[in-house]
């Protein structure tokens, strides 16, 4: 078993949606990231967190330390939402990131 | 620069042949991290710097695969006889410090490389 898990894996939604992609792991954390990887590659940070929640635009992160689950929302989903997302924690080495394999999101027009 | 930079983007090799992945991080990061993507997996960790140290390597996958980096900034993967099971992405990523607990973490775009 991974120790972080994503799901669902893959999710297709129509433009305007609420989107919720889940992560839950199983060791202890200090933190928890979330990431966006578009197509070619790149990744950009979109949330750091290590309890309660953040918003940054249309886009929401929790976490609930006791249950080891974070979730990442998207309110009012758009095509340039489309990316896979990936969720990675910071454990027992301050540097060491352990990754999810990833939800991959597709938002239809 | 304005972001963490790694040449090439591409590369083609031949199996047996050795590669050499450059990374640039954001300058003044200390902490530099290599990652490799497999088609279908996570990202996953082969090597962290702090400075021009690098107290874990412990992702390396073989002997064949070594890192450095050079006046706290650039820093080389290097990839020796290369094989087919290191067709992958590799990605560098950078931070103002090695606690990621607080601190994010900025990525580059990567270079893919493909051994045929």
């Known amino acids: 078993k991974n120790e972080v898990e994503q799901s669902p894996q893959n999710l297709t939604a129509q433009e305007g949606e609420f989107i919720t992609i889940n992560c839950s792991y199983s060791v202890g954390i200090s933190a928890l990231h979330w990431l966006q990887q578009h197509p070619g590659g790149g990744i950009v940070s979109l949330f750091m967190l290590s309890s309660g929640k953040k918003k940054h635009g249309r886009l929401i992160a929790t976490i609930n330390i006791q249950e080891k689950h974070s979730s990442l929302h998207i309110t009012a989903s758009h095509p340039r939402d489309s990316a896979v997302y990936i969720c990675?924690?910071?454990?027992?080495?301050?540097?060491?990131?352990?990754f999810g394999k990833g939800t991959l999101l597709t938002v239809n027009p | 620069g304005a972001g963490v930079s790694q040449s090439p983007s591409n590369k083609v090799t031949e199996k047996g042949k050795d590669v050499e992945l450059r990374c640039d991080p954001i300058?003044?990061?200390?902490?530099l991290y290599w990652y490799r993507q497999s088609l279908g997996q996570g990202l996953e960790f082969l090597i962290y710097?702090?400075?021009?140290?690098?107290?874990?390597k412990s992702g390396l996958p073989s002997d064949r695969f070594s890192a450095e980096r050079t006046g706290g900034s650039v820093s080389t993967l290097t990839i020796q006889r290369t094989q087919q099971e290191d067709s992958a992405v590799y990605l560098c990523a950078s931070s103002a410090t090695g606690v990621l607990m607080n601190t994010e973490a900025f990525f580059g775009q990567g270079t893919r490389l493909t051994v045929v």
């Open positions: 300058s003044g990061h200390t902490a």
């Open positions: 990675a924690v910071c454990g027992g080495s301050n540097y060491k990131l352990t």
């Open positions: 710097f702090q400075g021009n140290s690098a107290p874990d």
